[in-house]
């Protein structure tokens, strides 16, 4: 079947007031600079300020009147989250759009976040279920808010499931981390079903940037001297298989879609329209893989979610 390609569109976004975690490089920087050119007022939520400084000045080279701020954030601690989010509430300023797009990928050995649990699975998907829950009120707060979860095509590995989220009894990199997206995909979709049942006014959907060109798969290496086997072979890849690659660019679409295009949909999944999802121009859907499909599934996650992170969602 021949997915259709959906018409990425950038309103005025002036006014508009958005939150963009991992902001400082990557599709995470790409996003932040279209959002803000558009208008919006931008929080660049992220762990190092001088990144985030040096992030702004390239961002405001494009846009100099782009109305941007920093705050700490660190994804693999709750304590951390729960700052963030209490810094904003005291502002007050209600929360148009949030962007959960940091993340780490397929660190070689297993390491844990400041909470005990595996960093990705801790990161990618309890840091930002945990961050959504605690902006809620912000969220419930604006007109028409949207939460856009990144994911990955990683979420589409056999064999997944949650009978081990945090590779207690084996670690392997690459399965955690699809573990990891597939989470965020399943709490994307479940957010939007239990935001249109108890009348939030929130609408959340997922997308993901294929085989986009970003530090987070080239060059992470977790404390080694050298880069990882795979940040180096990625890089062979981009030189000799370049068709298979995204600039990011082109990597953020589907993300900007599900963000701020007046087509886009609740409880959807959005990625690029190129061969197997990596790759080629534009936004299309995305396939959804069974466990994200899945309403038993999905709310057996989010009760592990809420146990772990110890935040509930107000009804």
Sequence with gaps: MVKPDLSLEVPDLSGRFAVVTGANSGLGLGLAKRLAAAGADVVLAIRCRTKGEAAIAEIRRQAPAAKLAIRHLDLSSL???AAFA????AEGRPIDILINNAGVMTPPERQETHDGFELQFGTNHLGHFALTGHLLPLLRAATSARVVT??????TQRGLDFNDPNAQHGYRPMRSYGMAKLAQLMFAVELDRRSRLGGWG????AAHPGLSKTNLLSGASYGRDKPTLQARLTRLTWRLLPFMWLDVDEGIKPSLYAAVSHGAEGGRYYGPRGFYETAGGGVTFAAIPSLARSAVDRDRLWQLSEQSTGVRYSQ
């Design 79 to 81: 304590k951390s989250v």
């Design 86 to 89: 209490e810094e904003l509430t």
């Design 150 to 155: 990144v994911s990955s095509i990683a979420a």
């Design 202 to 205: 929130v609408m959340s959907n």
